[in-house]
């Protein structure tokens, strides 16, 4: 149990925005205050990754349920509640969005020339939107924190991006809200089921695990939010607004898409729709498998394909991502532990990627592969460190993506050895093109004459790479320690989504007793694991 | 020494790696000799633990030598749960032996080779990084762990091979060699996996060898040769077999300590180590054991082919390291695992002692790879003429010399063995035609007749230094008295190889097994060396293959020797089968068209066909579908009265009709 009675999640969420409106009171005019502004940001992610360390030590590894609840009611008359907690699923998320918004501010230190103030509150007001989405329990909460993180991002990649940035913007934008539309539908829906067979209506995501959704409405519900989860992830083919948004956000934008925002649709899936519908999401394995190892091959093709370095690192996500999905939808724990482990090594290699990328773009202001080429000889620096993320990238044994591969691919062997075939490809696909790119960036002659003075990395940006680089090694030699910390949750999550999910296949067979029976049980038991797991451990 | 300090073996190199990785830069600005002294320090200590270690194994009854030390969890997850552990046994302990002592060799050999170079720190990074996974590799207890190793030497082989990376050909030889590796691992995985999950179907989820090849009898038997086929078409690309060898060659674009550790002496026998420790399963297989002998064969027989007509000198020596590789499968496949790796033993010592010698040369000639520009170089350099000779009667298989006994012996069994047929062993025997042809064609043509190359870089030929010849020298030795560790029975020897594997390979299995815990596995047990009819066939095939390398000696010395202009004439009366062999038998050329061009064209077309066309024009006109119903909708909106006006008006009319007219 824990015991924890200072409210550690509010505070994660709300101190940046704090943080931010504090920003807001200082004079920015002609970048006046530009350097005290990003360092009073630096500092306050800072602060934040610190405040969010006791997490790692005070949680509980050896409980399923949600930690660190804090549940006040809101508005009573529709049973509203501000309702987070963290479970061994968003732990290492949460922990994840702490360490790379100092990484992220730091990055833009010098790439960021213009409305440094307003960057630095984005980028603040981001944090807190990415964190409350990923701790919060209640389906309200989460669809406004969800929404407004499409906020920020907008105005990141639309202000601070590129030549296309309006164009990349508004796409990015309106394709998720456009997913998230359905979401909230889904949730309305959702209430009203609720209401329904309870009396009384809740957004509470517990109580509504243990709702009984009738199969033919499952399936639409599970539609819904899967486009809106899918569409984030971005599975393949919804994924061609994820290239343009890379390519014209600025680096840090970039870097944020990649590691965290992108596993809010992993995440979404793991969270929200698999639990809540599990055997309509049975019924779309088969799709969603196909549609991963579809991305998986196809984003590695596309990836070779490409001239711009950020659109083939942009590409290799919905690669990547596939692999996550398999993992995922394999069901089983080394399947699910190794998705979550490859959301976190995704999120770090391709952060590198997109940091290392931004620094040669704002040295050079270009990223087309052809305009480079030997560049380790006069940047030896940066090849270590493009090393180290490409090796990541490929997943070398060793490395941290290697740990996560082998749990995917050995999960989906479990589950469904085909698929766990045809994902095995992308391992020579990831070589293909990334090796590609680093031949075609760092070896060879120099060809480009303003590639030949080239300054190497600086102090800053080396304090940048280093904690990265240092992680890529840690993750992929003691994975234990983040490993251990999920194993108690995601056990939970497979026994649960299989009790409930053969209730449901004894439903859809037309088997009643069984049902009831079965219902019966699950009944008792999600009460024992919310007595066990929820409320006690609140306040 | 305890076994339970096993780790320091691999942990030496590593931490050469840290120091030299790290501080390399600022170590080189200060002393650069404390580079140097780190790296081969490191290897120096690791090949003295594994000196130590192998001298209390032998200390040991060969039942129990066997002893695997836990180091700590790597990933555990639901049922899967590998460690990093070590397994010390005769096998492991025989490779280890000697990775590090001709790694440490080798080490002290570029010393010299490197000295002018400018990244010298990170040579010896990269190298120390390759003894690391190198060691990893063959002393690793698990599937996993050894995947570690072989996907590092992998690693640092694409790192070596593109070490000159402002030649964007040795760039791309690098990616070459990562790429091919990959696909050979892709098919490796994919049989890592089936195995893993189909042995926990019955409830055994470890990696472990000694866990797997205990309960290998759990696997239905057409499984295991899925497996062992997949197994070894991974071993395929490590250890440069058909189809997948062509990146070997073109990765002699590296530096030559290079090319004589990771690409003759220690990396490309992964393949022979892993198909030697998987030899329960492979022994399960009689068809899989089929492949690999005819693989190893056609290996052996068409690398030599190409090595004829090489000119590059470390070409040719990289074509007779397919070839060799092949003859090792050859033994392995036919059932002799033993004979196999007492060839993975010599070849280490005089394909090392080859390729060192080689790069002196270079290292004399500026540069020059070409033999064709050479000539003449015996009286200039001769301690490495001394020492290559000597590499190359044992390559040849010379009598006396190590290559003579290793090659028989696998000669031997090809021939005799259940598995083995006469159709094997006759390849096997041209292929060693072949090898003494070209064998001495590069001598003759590199250390003989008069000089080729011009004034400025003859001027410059001298003796290779010190730290480069003593190495040289003590292959050389071992290049003769190497073999004299497996003499055969038939020779009055007592075959220490063999008899030391036994306990890998032969009776000893599965005692050993039974002492890990398993089950013993009924397996066909090489009997027919307990008893052995006659050694008179043995001996006339011996004389056989002896008479019939000497006469291609004999034949390459009448060629470039005596009538020098033979050679071009037979090239010119066949242009057609010389182009052939010259251009590799256009594999490379046929791999681009079948499959790399097809894939980058398809990977083109996905981008710019599907995904900005169809897909992205989809996710376009759904916004421009909305975006023309509002300009259609705008119509109604213009903010004109009269427009508004109209429109009461006509609504008005349609009133009055309606009532008028309908009702």
Not at chain 1, 375 to 396: D, E, H, R
Not at chain 2, 332 to 352: C, D, P, Q, R
Not at chain 2, 386 to 398: H, P, R, S
Not at chain 2, 450 to 475: D, N
């Amino acid at each position: 149990m824990n015991h924890f009675s200072f409210p550690i999640l509010s505070t994660l969420i709300f101190f940046p925005l704090l943080c931010a409106i504090l920003l807001m009171f200082i004079r920015g005019e002609e970048g006046k205050n530009d350097e005290l502004m990003r360092r009073i940001a630096l500092v306050a992610s800072v602060v934040e990754f610190l405040i969010s360390l006791p997490l790692l030590k005070y949680f509980n590894d050896s409980v399923a349920g949600m930690q660190f609840v804090e549940f006040v009611p809101w508005v009573k008359s529709l049973s509203l509640n501000y309702f987070v907690g963290l479970d061994g699923i968003s732990l290492w998320l949460v922990m994840l969005t702490t360490f790379f918004v100092p990484l992220c501010i730091l990055c833009s230190w010098t790439y960021i020339k213009q409305k440094t103030k307003y960057f630095l509150i984005a980028m603040l007001f981001l944090e807190t939107a990415m964190i409350g989405a990923l701790v919060s329990l209640d389906m309200v909460v989460f669809y406004v924190f969800w929404e407004v993180m499409l906020i920020p991002m907008f105005l990141l990649i639309g202000v601070w991006g590129g030549e296309r940035r309006i164009y990349s913007a508004v796409k990015f934008f309106l394709y998720t809200a456009a997913g998230s539309i359905f979401m909230l539908v889904a949730i309305i829906y959702l209430y009203y089921l609720s209401y329904k067979t309870n009396g009384v209506g809740s957004f509470n995501l517990l109580e509504l695990y243990k709702l009984h959704i009738p199969i033919g409405p499952q399936l639409w519900l599970c539609a819904a939010f899967t486009v809106a989860f899918a569409i984030k992830v971005p599975l393949f083919p919804l994924h061609t607004w994820l290239p343009d948004a890379h390519v014209e956000a600025p680096t840090a934008g970039s870097v944020i898409l990649a590691a965290i925002l992108l596993k809010m649709g992993t995440y979404g899936f793991l969270r929200f729709s698999m639990p809540l519908f599990p055997y309509a999401s049975h019924q779309f394995m088969p799709v969603i498998a196909f549609l991963a190892i579809a991305g998986i091959i196809y984003g590695a093709l596309v990836a070779w394909a490409q001239p711009d370095m950020k659109k083939l690192v942009a590409y290799s996500s919905v690669s990547h991502l596939g692999y996550v999905m398999i993992g995922l939808f394999a069901l089983n724990i080394e399947g699910i532990e190794g998705g979550i482990y490859q959301m976190l090594n995704h999120g770090v290699d391709t952060g590198a990627l997109f940091l290392l990328v931004g620094m040669i773009y704002e040295r050079r202001h270009t990223r087309l592969m052809d305009d480079f080429g030997g560049l380790a000889k006069v940047m030896p620096i940066f090849a270590i460190f493009l090393m180290i993320a490409t090796l990541g990238s490929v997943a070398v044994p060793g490395t941290n993506s290697f740990v996560g591969e082998i749990l995917i691919l050995v999960g989906a062997f479990r589950t469904y050895p085909v698929v766990g075939v045809f994902a095995v490809s992308g391992m020579v696909f990831g070589v293909v093109y990334m090796l590609w790119m680093y031949q075609k960036v760092m070896f060879g002659p120099i060809t480009v004459e303003a590639n030949r003075t080239l300054p190497d990395l600086n102090r800053r940006e080396i304090a940048t790479m280093l904690p990265i680089a240092v992680l890529v090694f840690v993750m992929g030699i003691f994975p234990g320690m983040f490993l251990h910390k999920m194993d108690s949750s995601v056990k939970a999550f497979i026994s649960q989504y299989q009790q409930n999910f053969s209730m449901y296949e004894a439903e859809a067979s037309g088997n009643p007793v069984a049902v009831r029976l079965q219902g019966c049980k699950i009944a008792v038991d999600s009460h024992a694991t919310s007595h066990g797991g929820v409320y006690s451990s609140g306040r | 020494m305890k076994f339970d300090l096993v780790w320091l073996i691999p942990i030496f190199p590593l931490v050469g790696v840290l120091i030299n990785g790290l501080l390399g830069r600022r170590i080189v600005e200060k002393n650069k000799s404390l580079v140097h002294w780190i790296a081969c320090g490191a290897v120096g200590l690791s090949f003295l633990v594994t000196l130590l270690l192998f001298v209390k194994l032998l200390g040991l009854p060969a039942e129990e030598r066997l002893y695997d030390f836990t180091w700590f969890s790597w990933i555990s997850s639901g049922v899967f749960h590998v460690s990093v552990g070590y397994l010390i046994d005769p096998l492991s302990m025989f490779m280890c032996m000697f990775v590090t002592g001709v790694g440490f060799l080798i080490h002290v050999y570029s010393i010299g080779y490197m000295g002018h170079d400018e990244s010298y720190s990170r040579f010896f990074t990269y190298l120390n990084l390759f003894m690391f996974s190198m060691i990893t590799l063959v002393l690793a207890d698990n599937f996993l762990l050894m995947f570690l190793g072989w996907e590092g030497v992998g690693l640092c082989s694409y790192l070596l091979i593109s070490f000159w990376f402002t030649d964007l050909a040795n760039a791309v030889a690098g990616k070459k060699a990562f790429v091919t590796n990959r696909v050979g691992d892709f098919f490796f995985a994919i049989g890592l996996l089936v195995m893993l999950t189909h042995l926990g179907a019955h409830g055994m989820w470890s990696l472990k060898f000694t866990d797997v090849f205990s309960h290998a009898q759990l696997l239905p038997p057409h499984l295991v040769t899925i497996v062992c086929l997949l197994f070894f078409l991974g071993c395929t690309a490590k250890s440069a077999q058909i189809p997948l060898y062509i990146w070997l060659p073109d990765a002699m674009a590296g530096p030559t300590p290079v090319s004589a550790l990771i690409h003759a002496a220690t990396m490309v026998t992964a393949g022979v180590y892993f198909v030697s420790r998987c030899n329960v399963l492979f022994t399960m297989s009689p068809f899989a054991m089929q492949v690999v002998a005819v693989v190893g064969a056609l290996t052996a027989f068409f690398a030599a082919t190409i090595a004829l007509t090489q000119n590059d000198i470390k070409k040719v020596l990289a074509y007779s390291t397919v070839s060799q590789l092949g003859y090792m499968f050859l033994g392995l496949g036919v059932g002799a695992y033993a004979a196999g790796l007492f060839h993975v033993l010599t070849h280490s010592f005089f394909k090392a002692l080859l390729f060192l010698c080689s790069g002196c040369v270079i290292h004399a000639m500026s540069g020059e790879q070409d033999m064709r520009n050479m000539g003449g170089l015996r009286k200039k350099m001769p301690v490495t003429f001394i020492t290559m000779l000597i590499g190359t009667f044992a390559i040849a298989g010379i009598p006396g010399f190590s290559g003579f006994f290793s090659k028989d012996e696998i000669l031997w069994q090809a021939y005799s063995s259940p598995q083995g047929s006469h159709l094997l062993w006759f390849i096997g025997v041209l292929a060693a035609v072949m090898t003494a042809f070209y064998m001495f064609r590069l001598i003759f043509m590199t250390f003989f007749n008069e000089c080729r190359a011009s004034e400025e870089v003859q001027h410059h030929i001298h003796e290779a230094p010190k730290s480069m010849t003593i190495p040289l020298m003590v292959l050389s030795v071992l290049s003769i008295f190497g073999g004299y560790l497996g003499v055969p029975e038939a020779l009055g020897g007592a075959n220490r190889v063999e008899r030391f594997l036994e306990p890998v390979f032969g009776l000893g299995k599965d005692k050993l097994l039974q002492a890990a815990g398993g089950n013993p596995l009924i397996h066909r047990v090489v009997a027919e060396t307990a008893e052995h009819p006659s050694f008179a066939p043995e001996y006339k095939l011996m004389v056989f293959t002896t008479c019939i390398v000497l006469a291609g000696i004999f034949a390459s010395y009448m060629l470039y020797m005596r009538k020098r202009s033979v050679p071009e004439t037979i090239a010119a009366n066949n242009p057609s089968f010389y182009r052939l062999l010259l251009n590799k038998w256009y594999v490379d050329e046929l791999y681009e068209k079948v499959f790399i061009n097809p894939l980058r064209a398809f990977s083109i077309f996905l981008w710019k066909g599907i995904d900005v066309i169809v897909i992205d024009g989809l996710v376009n006109s759904t916004a421009a579908f909305f975006m023309e119903c509002g300009e259609v909708c705008k119509v109604s909106e213009s903010g004109y009265v009269q427009r508004y006006a109209v429109s009461f008006l006509v609504g008005v009319f349609v009133l009055i009709a309606y009532f008028v007219y309908v009702r």
